[in-house]
């Protein structure tokens, strides 16, 4: 099992190329993609979840591309800074629960109620996403996605906007996190300028090319 990248190529229409043979894989558990020039990070994380398309190589995760993988429901992608990725403003937080609840056939109650506690999510289950600050919002992303039990979850710099508490949370719950992931076999993939956890076991980390 592992996530696969061969010989891969993208660039944006009209500019210079992001990446360019970009060769690397990972076993599951927590996997840290970090770029302290800020260049790469969202763009390698679309090209994971299949939103993007590279130019030349491939992506494969435990075989499959990501298009394959998220047709089949395996991959759990929602930024806040794309609404394109995200359910309508108008959601109510409770509402969004309930639907993955009802999707996602790997969802970990225990975990999602763990994780809801210590990132202090509960105060706003009747809230619609609008009404979320960017802390909060970030928040519910990182807690459904680590409950859902998506093969693949993709997280972008996780600790926008969060306060010291909850980045202390996330610190620890990660690495407490990794070797579950790993022995389930599944991938989370976190894109930061600076990894958060330090690496070794069911953590890795793996630094974006320089343009």
């Not at 996997?31 to 939103?51: I, N």
Request: charged share 15%; net charge negative.
């Amino acid at each position: 099992m592992s996530l696969e990248w061969n010989a891969l190529d993208f660039s944006y229409p009209q500019a210079a190329p992001l990446l360019v043979g970009w060769q690397w894989q990972a076993a599951p558990g927590l996997v840290q993609l970090v770029d302290g020039l800020s260049a790469g990070k969202t763009t390698a994380l679309q090209l994971l979840a299949g939103q993007l398309q590279a130019s030349a190589g491939s992506v494969h995760i435990d075989g499959q591309t990501p298009e394959a993988l998220k047709s089949a429901g395996g991959v759990f992608w929602h930024e806040p800074r794309l609404p394109a990725t995200m359910p309508p403003g108008t959601t109510v937080v409770a509402d969004w629960v309930a639907q993955l609840r009802r999707d996602c056939p790997g969802w970990d109650e225990a975990l999602f109620v763990q994780w809801q506690a210590g990132l202090d999510l509960a105060a706003h289950s009747a809230k619609p996403l609008l009404a979320l600050s960017t802390g909060s919002l970030r928040k519910l992303v990182i807690a459904l996605g680590l409950a859902s039990g998506a093969r693949l979850v993709l997280i972008d710099e996780p600790t926008s906007g969060l306060d010291k508490p909850a980045l202390a949370f996330l610190r620890e719950g990660l690495q407490t996190l990794a070797p579950h992931l790993a022995a389930q076999g599944r991938y989370a993939v976190l894109a930061h300028y600076e990894p958060l956890v330090d690496a070794g076991g069911a953590v890795q980390v793996v630094a974006l090319p320089a343009p």
